[in-house]
């Protein structure tokens, strides 16, 4: 069973930072890339930063050198530590395989919100 569960949002000045979690299901988890996207109100889901098996990841350029994704293979969780938060950070943000479609499970996501 698919199980993709986001926590860690939260409201926070410019600036701050913030720590994602996303635990998921030990299958999906051992086999692909993971990644974290971000979906904005009126904007379409974006990738924000993946991590592969063996722990190289890649980023967007918006996020370059603020944001870190890293993995607990034991625990199957995937991170992402959120730095110098800009009001164009705030979104809802989702984990799932780096190569999910629109059409696959997607968790809850997480919030958050930048307020300048």
């Known amino acids: 069973q698919v199980q993709l569960v986001e926590s860690g949002g939260g409201l926070v000045q410019v600036g701050g930072s913030l720590r994602l979690s996303c635990a998921a299901s030990?299958?999906?988890?051992?086999?692909?890339?993971m990644a974290w996207f971000r979906q904005a109100p009126g904007k379409q889901r974006e990738l924000v930063a993946s991590?592969?098996?063996?722990?190289?990841?890649n980023y967007a350029t918006s996020v370059k050198g603020r944001f870190i994704i890293s993995k607990d293979n034991a625990k199957n969780t995937v991170y992402l530590q959120m730095s110098s938060l800009k009001p164009e950070d705030t979104a809802v943000y989702y984990c799932?395989?780096?190569?999910?479609?629109?059409?696959?499970?997607w968790g809850q996501g997480t919030q958050v919100t930048v307020s300048s």
């Open positions: 030990g299958s999906i988890f051992r086999l692909n890339t």
């Open positions: 799932n395989t780096a190569q999910a479609a629109d059409s696959a499970y």
């Open positions: 991590i592969t098996r063996l722990g190289f990841t």
